[in-house]
């Protein structure tokens, strides 16, 4: 059984009083324990709305999500949802609760019941993973933009739940600090085997994922390996997105009469690829 | 001839002064902007973009140093100091912050109504901010807070365009938009700079975007100005960026590996566009297409 089930979910907004606003029409998903999933789509899609019903801190109106066969949508099960999926929300600031970096970091175990010394072990482990440890004793909202988008992903890998949620984790850092992001991530899904979905607007990160799944107007639109999905230069376009440069560069040469073995999906691949050719 | 619109001298800011967590964010940074001059800011998260920023349009004091708008120091008068938020108009980094009122509108409205425009010419200009921004008038009346990541960003934008300042300052505007979002408002970003000939600053981490907009950089390290030259010859030092957590644009890291293959190609070429001209003659001819079922070259 897969360790997220979504079946048929429709979801509304409530708006002024008597209004709603329909914005998931409909979706059936599965993801499968150790999946390393990109969500992608326009802006207000879905993508952080789904990403809520994931860890129950939404409710469907209709259909159901299970995880780990459990219904997210029912109150009594909510502690043992979040217990199996963190979410790192896209504002940080409407994360980061405590005074202390370190006092924020231990507050996911903290609620989830972990004992004192093994917070302290995962604390001090998490803040390293993200490169904040030495940022420990600070107050979170004296840091900078990517600083807080730091600890928020830090919060989050000390809960260690199998599954971690990360609405657009790299949107305000630097290039070195999305690389090094990236690889904890990769890491968490590789050593730990924990399923991970990334919420992203940066199409160079979603190629490096296990599968990719494209939301446009509260629905799927495409599901499947990076390579399948990202070959679809004019489709992802139409649709407001977009593919790496290097992918797009070769597309184009490609389709203007150069002949190439493949569509490089990253820098290295499309140097690679011309290494062997030239 | 080059005329100076913002200028900084020693400028400096220190946070937590006296306390455990003091900070100097900026340090003696001494850089002359040009007017109607397009000029990107980088530099690795913790580098003092931000607190720099928010320097030149008066939101924060310095510690010391000065800030100079056309030659007068803006803190000369602290009265007048709202004059030059007009001025030096500023969209934060987390966009949240900046709405505040019940309706996208009436946030858009906020500014030049503040600035003394009257209500309609103050509607006019918010109006066709929102537009210019790409937000959709359905959303217009909606509450601020209904809106999604990239939907309240487009709506903060708007709100500073609409005051039409001298130098608008972009804190990663870009961020959380979708790559077309992406791509319209840089285009409108540039058509607006290009149309109103006032000068742009555009914080952001993205080397694809600053490569593709930017006449300048200034290179932010560690709190202090570790460059400030034109974008080509910034990005033709890989080397050094990396060192600073950045690196060049994709694109151009591209190219720079097909230059040392032999390719004729300009090794600070910065957009996928510039980068097929130069790379397609030579290509076609050394790389030909083979016709499916043919073996003729
Ligand atoms: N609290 C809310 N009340 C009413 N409508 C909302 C609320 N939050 C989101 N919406 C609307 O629901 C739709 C989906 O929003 P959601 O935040 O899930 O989009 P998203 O795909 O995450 O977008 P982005 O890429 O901009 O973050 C949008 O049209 C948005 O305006
Ligand atoms: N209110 C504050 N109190 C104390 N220190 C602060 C405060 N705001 C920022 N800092 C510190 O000042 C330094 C510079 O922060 P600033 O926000 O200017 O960086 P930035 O270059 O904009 O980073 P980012 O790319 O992450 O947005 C950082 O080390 C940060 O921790
Ligand atoms: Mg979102
Ligand atoms: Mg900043």
Redesign the pocket.
């Known amino acids: 059984m897969a360790f997220i089930q979504v079946k048929d979910v429709h979801f509304s907004?409530?708006?002024e009083p008597g209004a709603r606003?329909e914005?998931l029409h409909g979706i059936n998903l599965e993801i499968g324990e150790g999946e390393f999933v990109a969500l992608l789509?326009?802006?207000?899609?879905?993508?952080?709305?789904?990403?809520k019903l994931f860890n129950g801190m939404l409710v469907p109106g209709s259909g159901q999500v299970l995880v780990d066969g459990l219904d997210a949508g029912k109150e009594e099960n909510q502690l043992e949802v979040r217990r199996r999926v963190g979410l790192v929300l896209?504002n940080p600031d409407n994360q980061l609760v405590a005074g202390i970096v370190e006092e924020d970091v231990a507050f996911g175990p903290e609620n989830l019941g972990v004992p004192p010394e093994e917070i302290r072990k995962r604390v001090d482990a998490a803040l390293k993973a993200v490169d904040m440890y030495h940022y420990r004793e600070h107050a979170p909202h004296k840091l900078s933009g990517g600083q807080k988008q730091r600890v928020a992903i830090a919060g989050i890998i000390a809960m260690e739940t199998r599954c971690i949620v990360l609405?657009?984790p790299t949107a305000m850092l630097d290039p070195r600090g999305r690389q090094e992001v990236m690889e904890t991530i990769l890491r968490l899904n590789r050593e730990k085997g924990i399923t991970i979905v990334l919420?992203t607007?940066y199409m160079d990160e979603a190629v490096q994922a296990g599968r990719v799944v494209v939301?446009d107007e509260?629905k799927v639109l495409m599901d499947g390996a990076p390579q399948e999905v990202f070959r679809q230069v004019e489709r992802l376009k139409r649709h407001d997105l977009d593919v790496p440069q290097a992918t797009e560069l070769c597309y184009r040469l490609q389709a203007a009469g150069v002949g190439l073995p493949e569509i490089p999906l990253s820098v290295e691949k499309c140097v690679g690829m011309f290494k062997e050719v030239l | 001839m080059s005329e100076t619109i913002l200028e900084t001298k020693n400028l400096t800011y220190q946070y937590g002064i006296g306390t455990p967590f003091e900070k100097t964010a900026v340090e003696d940074v001494s850089i002359s902007i040009e007017k109607g001059e397009f000029l990107g800011v980088i530099g690795h998260t913790g580098s003092g973009k931000s607190t720099l920023i928010q320097m030149l349009n008066g939101l924060i004091r310095p510690t010391s140093g000065q800030v100079l708008l056309d030659g007068q120091d803006i803190w000369a008068e602290p009265k007048k100091i709202r004059a030059v938020r007009f001025r030096v108009g500023m969209v934060f980094q987390y966009p949240e912050y900046q709405l505040f009122e019940e309706t996208v509108l009436k946030d858009i409205v906020f500014g030049p109504k503040n600035m003394g425009l009257s209500d309609e010419e103050a509607l006019a200009r918010a109006k066709e901010a929102a537009a210019f921004t790409g937000l959709k008038e359905e959303?217009w009346e909606?509450s601020p807070?209904?809106?999604?990541?990239?939907?309240k960003r487009r709506a903060a934008i708007a709100g500073v365009i609409a005051m039409d300042p001298d130098v608008l300052i972009l804190d990663e505007p870009t961020a959380?938009?979708?790559p077309r979002g992406r791509d319209v408002l840089l285009a409108q970003i540039t058509q607006y700079h290009k149309k109103r000939q006032n000068t742009v600053m555009l914080v952001s981490h993205s080397m694809e975007d600053i490569g593709r907009t930017a006449d300048r950089l200034l290179v932010m390290n560690q709190s202090r100005c570790a460059m400030l030259a034109p974008t080509k010859e910034v990005f033709s030092q890989s080397a050094k960026l990396e060192q600073m957590g950045l690196r060049v644009p994709q694109i151009t890291k591209i190219v720079q590996e097909l230059g040392a293959l032999g390719c004729p190609v300009d090794p600070s070429t910065l957009t996928v566009d510039d980068a097929l001209k130069q790379l397609l003659p030579y290509l076609k001819q050394k790389l030909p297409r083979k016709e499916a079922g043919s073996d003729a070259v």
């Open positions: 907004y409530d708006l606003k914005v789509g326009h802006n207000g899609c879905g993508k952080s709305t789904m990403a896209q609405d657009e919420i607007h939301m509260g | 959303l909606k807070f209904e809106l999604s990541g990239g939907e959380g938009l979708d």
